[in-house]
């Protein structure tokens, strides 16, 4: 069973830009893998997913800002989000779509001034 771990979030003021990273423990060939974001009280919410096809899916509230992408070579899925805004706050975790019971430690992304 592929794993997947997150980094590369961190506190960033509103407007600015972060690059997401997913390293998977195996081949990322198939796999349709999404990002996730949770806030306190609150279930893990899908806001862009990426399937084995090759087609990409975003919440409202985050197209035209995040981008997701993967790298075969590295077997690694990205998250580019560019114009973060305050409410994209949240601890982002990468996970297949749907998602496995595993669950990686996230990385918090923390937009503000």
């Known amino acids: 069973q592929v794993q997947l771990v997150e980094s590369g979030g961190g506190l960033v003021q509103p407007g600015g830009s972060l690059r997401l990273s997913c390293a998977a423990s195996?081949?990322?060939?198939?796999?349709?893998a999404g990002w996730y974001r949770q806030t306190p009280g609150k279930q893990p919410e899908l806001v862009a997913e990426?399937?084995?096809?090759?087609?990409?899916n975003y919440i409202d509230s985050v197209k035209g800002r995040f981008t997701i992408s993967r790298e075969y070579a590295k077997n690694t899925f990205y998250l580019q989000m560019n114009s973060l805004k305050p409410e994209d706050t949240a601890v982002y975790y990468c996970?297949?779509?749907?998602?496995?019971?595993?669950w990686g430690q996230g990385t918090q992304v923390t937009v503000s001034s």
């Open positions: 990426l399937t084995g096809g090759g087609s990409t």
């Open positions: 195996g081949s990322i060939f198939g796999i349709n």
């Open positions: 996970n297949r779509v749907p998602p496995d019971s595993f």
